[in-house]
């Protein structure tokens, strides 16, 4: 299952020309296994100003699956990945990020993403990113993307 953060989603609902929003939308096309957390739906949501594009977006991304804060427990883990990189020398500039890969790490998804900080994070503690390492080859940790299957 890959969840797809809010840096992907923004690209893809304004049609920008950016190789994730080209992969987010191949996988939809090919009924792949997408999934968004409910503080991606937050973002996303809120900077839509038209109530009628709000509404069409919520019904449209409440298709899928929504992962959810297990507890307490995912903010702990969040907490432990933001220090993990700053003992690494490394600092993520958001908490939601970290929260989104404790969310990740929890569900064993991997992520698509737009965002520096789920890089850094990979770095730290392995968190699990799907990537595009050029125009035509998305891979997920390395392995190369088989377009029938995204399991990896």
């Known amino acids: 299952m890959i969840l797809v953060d809010t840096s992907v989603w923004i690209d893809f609902l304004k049609g920008e020309n950016s190789s994730e929003r080209q992969i987010l939308h191949k996988l939809i096309e090919d009924e792949e296994e997408i999934s968004i957390t409910g503080i991606i739906l937050a973002e996303i949501l809120?900077?839509?100003?038209?109530?009628?594009?709000?509404?069409?977006?919520?019904?449209?991304?409440l298709e899928f699956p929504i992962y959810e804060p297990n507890g307490i427990v995912t903010y702990i883990d969040a907490a432990r990945i933001y220090r993990e990189c700053r003992k690494s020398g490394k600092t993520i500039?958001?908490?939601?990020?970290c929260i989104i890969a404790a969310i990740c790490l929890e569900n064993d998804l991997f992520i698509l993403h737009k965002d520096r900080d789920y890089d850094i994070i990979q770095e730290c503690i392995g968190l699990k990113v799907f990537k595009v390492f050029d125009k035509k080859t998305p891979q997920a940790n390395g392995q190369a993307f088989n377009q029938s299957c995204i399991s990896c």
């Open 93 to 97: 500039r958001s908490t939601i990020d």
């Open 46 to 61: 809120q900077g839509i100003r038209e109530d009628k594009k709000f509404h069409i977006t919520r019904n449209y991304l």
